[in-house]
Every structure is written in C-alpha cells, then in structure tokens.
C-alpha cells in the first residue's frame, strides 16, 4: 500500500531558527498537502502542492513528484509554529488522503 | 475553504455504549470523509461518506461498529457503537473542495472522544 514517511520525527527550535521538514512517499501522486496540527487538536491547511513550489510568508514548500518527496521550509520560527506537522498524499486519480507519520515541532523561546 | 463544525467537541463515554457525531459545513460538497486520531498517532481514514448510499469503509473498519449516515450535501452523522477504551481517539470529518482543477481537503475541529 501507500506509504509515507516524514523526518525527522521530533524537533526543538530556539525561536528565529529556521527549519526544514521532510515527506517521502511511494507512488506518483495527484494530491498533496501539508497540514499543521495545533495544540488544540485543530488541523490547518498549509499547502496544496503537488508539485513544484510554493510559498506563503515564513513558510514554503517544495515537491519533487519525480522523486516523490516534498520539503516544507519554516524561516524565522516562533513559539505558534509548535505542533505537529503532516504531509497528506492521494494516489491514482483518487481522493482519499494517506497521512504521513508527523513531525512533532517545539519552538522555544 | 469552508466553515465546517462538529458536535460534540469531546465526551467522556463509558465503555459498551455508543456516541454518534456530527459534521456540518456551511456549503454543499460532494465528497465527505471520517478519520481517527489515536493518541500520538496520525490519521487513518474510516470512510467516505456518499450522499443517497452507503458509506464506502476502508480495510479494517466495519459498518457495524462506525455506523455512517449522510442524509444531504452539507451533514453527515458517524457512530462509534459498544465503545471500548480502545476507542477513545480524535475523530475529525473532512470536505473535499474543488476549484479550477485543484481539490483540497478541509478538516473539522474534531471531536475528542474518551472512553472509560
């Protein structure tokens, strides 16, 4: 089946640190996404990024469907960026996602 | 986006018994979608929830555990039945939006489930 992985698994920042989070999958896909979980248990969109790059304030992302990984990049890090970050894949002209393993991010003062 | 709600947003239930939770969003959507968070772990997809037909489950869940209604293009109902602490997770609905080509999927608040 699809699998995805996400490195590293856990990460401590110092606040103004930058940051660069990791999503491999294993098959060609039609949809990907980038998600943050916060505290609270609330999932944000962050990306729709198939393929190519894209960037939104502090934050970008890069996927390369040919070597089916995507990066999402965070410059300039604060203390709201903690929580666990997701990449999201949907395979074969499908539309049910498949959620990577998660990257569980501290930033501290 | 869309503004999508669900109730309750967390309940302590005790085992053997059965929690139904809702999904409103604020616009009709075509594709609707149920997942569960357990405690540390990511989100693995229940099912799909089909306006007029049964739900479509994926490997390891079954109908009569996670009973799903969708009577309409803009709610949906999942059950968690004879609960069991086993079952105590983050259950979130999902929307599929589409626009110009691009289909992204949007999440509700979750609703934290306890089980006792």
């Known amino acids: 089946g699809i699998q995805v992985e996400q490195s590293p698994p856990d990460l401590i920042l110092q606040e103004g640190a930058n940051s660069t989070l990791r999503c491999n999958f294993s098959?060609?896909?039609?949809?990907l996404q980038w998600f943050h979980q916060n505290p609270w248990g609330q999932l944000i969109n962050l990306f729709y990024?198939?393929?190519g790059t894209k960037q939104n304030g502090r934050l970008s992302a890069t996927t390369v469907a040919t070597e089916r990984y995507s990066l999402l990049y965070i410059s300039s890090s604060q203390t709201t960026d903690s929580g666990v970050y997701f990449c999201?894949?949907?395979?074969?002209?499908?539309?049910?996602?498949?959620f990577g393993t998660g990257t569980q991010l501290k930033v501290e003062l | 986006s869309a503004v999508i709600s669900q109730k309750p947003s967390r309940d302590i239930c005790q085992r053997g018994t059965s929690l139904t939770i809702q999904c409103q969003v604020d616009?009709?959507?075509?594709?609707m979608f149920w997942y569960r968070q357990q405690p540390g772990q990511s989100l693995t997809l229940i099912a799909t929830?089909?306006?007029?037909?049964?739900?479509?489950?994926e490997s390891g869940f079954v109908i009569d555990k996670f009973p799903i209604s969708r009577p309409n293009l803009t709610f949906s109902t999942l059950t968690v039945s004879n609960m069991s602490p086993e079952d105590s997770s983050i259950y979130l609905c999902?929307?599929?939006?589409?626009?110009?080509?691009?289909?992204?999927?949007?999440f509700g608040p979750g609703t934290r489930l306890t089980v006792t």
């Open positions: 990024i198939p393929s």
């Open positions: 616009s009709q959507v075509t594709m």
């Open positions: 929830a089909n306006q007029g037909s049964e739900a479509t489950y």
């Open positions: 098959d060609s896909v039609n949809n």
């Open positions: 999902s929307v599929e939006l589409g626009l110009a080509g691009v289909y992204e999927q949007y």
């Open positions: 999201a894949e949907a395979t074969g002209g499908g539309n049910k996602l498949t």
